[in-house]
């Protein structure tokens, strides 16, 4: 699934690439997908697209916002699997979830493995739908600084125990992150996927905190992780220092074993002498 780090790598693609195209057709999915939400029928999509030029992308959390001026919104919500831009004369893709067709014979295609929101809004109202409209501050903002953190566990400490691996995955109480940057967040900050949030320490908390800006901003920086794909199908160059292969390798700063384990709907991997 795409994180904050990819979502804002596609957006700045999108800026380079697909700004000023003028749509010639815009289709919904080919490939019937009960895990994709869609807020127009095929008819009213192509209808609504058709002629409109591809204005500025920009990310709030995992959704992703692409103006089609002068007077709709298209976005991209909780997506994962390809998001792909091709230069005149490629082959269309098998199956797709979205597919826009450009004057100049490019075109652009959305195929998830999993599930994502394909929505089209009119412009003003983009940021209505139930999963944007109350969305927090992102780690990107000016505004995700240190106070703010710290407000946030203390809400967390106020509605009873929640662990830190909690805090950056469940609810989007900070948009954005999700189970794949968590684990080296938490590694880095050297804390165990169940540490909770009400036990952290002020030396712990600015550590976590410096951990989210740092490791958000490497994977921005290194263009998303190497087990996700950019606009031109290329993988990241962020290699994730605790995931699947890490059960296979020494812990890469003390040398121990790194241990998988499941918590919270999802896998963790964690060095027992490392995080605490």
Known sequence: MFELPEMITLAKQMN??????????GLLGNSPHKFVWYNRTHEEFEQLTQAKKVGEASVKGRWLFLRLDPDYVLVLGEFGGRVLYHSPGSPV???????????????FTATTQMWGAVELYEKDTEYSGKHVKDM???????DFTYPYFCTLIDGLTQEGKKSVKGLLTQDQTIPGLGN?????????AGLHPRHPVSDLTEEEKQRLFNQIIET??????RGGRNDEHDLYNNPGQYARLMDKNSVKNPCPQCGGKVEKMQYLGGACYVCSTCQK
């Open 180 to 188: 794949a940057i968590a684990q080296d967040i938490l590694f880095k």
């Open 16 to 25: 380079e690439t697909l700004t000023g195209k003028i749509i010639k057709q």
């Open 216 to 221: 958000v901003n490497e994977v921005i920086e």
């Open 136 to 142: 927090k501050t992102t780690p990107v903002e000016a």
């Open 93 to 107: 893709p098998e199956k797709y979830h979205l597919y826009l067709t450009f004057e100049d014979e490019s075109f």
